[in-house]
Each structure stands twice: as C-alpha cells, then as structure tokens.
C-alpha cells in the first residue's frame, strides 16, 4: 500500500458549496487564510469545493490535514467546534449535504487502505442560513471567518507549520477573482430581483403567488 510521506508536509482543504449560502465556509475560510497568512512551501492550500472523493489521493498523500467545512452540530448559528484525529469519522453522525458524506467515504476508504491521516483537524461552523441559491454567507457566519481562521493558524503552528502574516494580500487569488467573496457579493443580484430559492425557481411558485396578489388586488 502507498504510505505517507516521509517528510512531514500539511493540506489545508475547505469544502463545501459557496452558490448555498453557509455551505460555502471553508471555502471561504480557506480563501480568507491565503489572503492574510504566508504559508511554508511544504504546506498546501485548497478549494476542495464538493469534489469528495477525488479527493482521496491529496488527503492521503499528506501527514497533517487541516479541514475547514460547515457542519450541522445542532449549535447556535456560528458556532465553532474543533474535532481533531479519531473525532471526525465521528461528524458523519451530523450530516447535512452530499459533499460531507463523500467526504465521510473518502475518510473510510483512507482508513481501510491504512492511510489515514496521522494527523487530521476540523474546523467547524454551524451554518445559520443554506437554502439561499446564489446567496452568500450569513453575517454571523462571514464574522467567525477570522476566528476561525486564527484557530486553522494555531493548528498549523502546534503541528510545526508557522505561517507567516502577510502585510498585503496576495496578488494571486486562491481562486478565480470572479468567485472572490468581494466580487461575489457585490456581483450578485439582490434577493427581490433573483429569486435565490431553488425550489420557488424551478416550480414557478413565486410566479403563481404573484399572479394570485394581483388578480386579488384586480378585484
């Protein structure tokens, strides 16, 4: 079996979907961590975005994981938890999205093909909003992002990784410029203009309430 590497070396993954609202946070966290803090070559940063399983070969290939997600604990909106080691497998029991259970798979089939990471950090949120198609996150979820990025620092210093405070951020974005959450709020429609729930989208059911309140106001 592929084992680890020999030298230590860290991957910091956010996950998650940033088009549902508080579904895009370790994404976001990923991206706020790269705009303020310079990282050792030997760690690597990613949007992991909802690739799951394809994620196997990175997550395995590293001795130290560091996770940021949203995560449905059944806490105060915006609260943060920390899960380290043997502690994650046990998130399952708190699903909430597609991307979370692969990522449960994948966690599995690391530990029956003896790679599981001999180190592994999550950092979580409790999401307050996630059925907003398009909408971005929450205000007391975007204002956990610095906390929850100084606890990602802290794990990544404890493991003997020190980042290093930028004085500016970076001129290469983490992703493209478009998806930054500057760019992504301010390009996107407000919600009275674009309906931001997928299922009154879809099912037209915006546009039947609005036909019924105007026959009635006709009366």
């Not at 920390?82 to 798979?105: C, I, N, T, Y």
């Not at 059925?131 to 606890?151: C, K, N, Q, W």
């Amino acid at each position: 079996m592929q084992g680890h590497r020999a030298e230590p070396s860290a991957l910091v993954l956010g996950i998650g979907n940033v088009l549902w609202a508080d579904e895009g946070f370790g994404v976001r966290a990923v991206e706020a961590l790269h705009d303020t803090w310079a990282l050792p070559v030997s760690v690597t940063l990613m949007d992991g975005g909802t690739q799951g399983l394809i994620l196997l070969p990175e997550v395995t290939a590293h001795t130290h994981v560091l996770v940021f997600d949203a995560i449905d604990f059944g806490d105060v909106p915006a609260t943060l938890r920390v899960l380290r080691d043997r502690e994650v497998p046990a998130w399952s029991g708190a699903k909430m999205s597609l991307h979370q259970q692969s990522f449960m798979e994948l966690l599995a089939i690391a530990d029956v093909q003896d790679r599981f990471p001999p180190h592994l950090t999550l950092v979580g949120v409790q999401p307050e909003r996630l059925m907003d198609f398009g909408g971005s996150l929450a205000s007391s979820v975007r204002a956990r992002l610095p906390a929850a990025v100084d606890l990602g620092v802290e794990v990544l210093r404890q493991w003997g990784f020190a980042p290093v405070r930028r004085a500016a951020p970076p001129i290469d974005r983490l992703n493209d410029r478009a998806l930054h959450i500057e760019a992504y709020e301010g390009g996107r429609p407000p919600e009275a203009q674009a309906c931001r729930v997928g299922d009154a989208r879809f099912l037209n059911i915006r546009h039947a309430i609005e036909q019924r309140n105007t026959a009635s106001e006709g009366r």
